[in-house]
Nanobody
Framework: QVQLVESGGGLVQTGGSLRLSCAAS????????MGWFRQAPGKEREFVAA????????YYLDSVKGRFTISRDNSLNTMYLQMTNLKPEDTAVYYC???????????????WGQGTQVTVSS
């Protein structure tokens, strides 16, 4: 069984930066495609970024391109989301997710973390 634990969320001012981490336990992390999703109050969960098992392929939500960077360290079983130039509209609970399938923007991932809150003040 794979467990995912996010950390690194918090309160930051507009223009600030945060780095989210997603630590995985259980077998097979190095073979999983991983993703970040977020959900703001009253809104549906939306895709933010995804990374292939090798780290060589990345996908991003258009509105975060150039501001967010997804990465992973398979030796540490950890995935990251570096967020810069944060905006109030980035405020949401951020979830990491893992799939044994291919990298995807769709939320059909098998494993999910509990989420970490990111709040960007204006």
């Amino acid at each position: 069984q794979v467990q995912l634990v996010e950390s690194g969320g918090g309160l930051v001012q507009t223009g600030g930066s945060l780095r989210l981490s997603c630590a995985a336990s259980g077998p097979g992390f190095g073979s999983f495609a991983m993703g970040w999703f977020r959900q703001a109050p009253g809104k549906e969960r939306e895709f933010v970024a995804a990374i292939s098992w090798s780290g060589q392929t990345n996908y991003y939500l258009d509105s975060v391109k150039g501001r967010f960077t997804i990465s992973r360290d398979n030796s540490l079983n950890t995935m990251y989301l570096q967020m810069t130039n944060l905006k109030p509209e980035d405020t949401a609970v951020y979830y990491c997710a893992a799939t044994r399938g291919l990298i995807s923007r769709n939320p059909g991932y098998q494993y999910w973390g509990q989420g970490t809150q990111v709040t960007v003040s204006s």
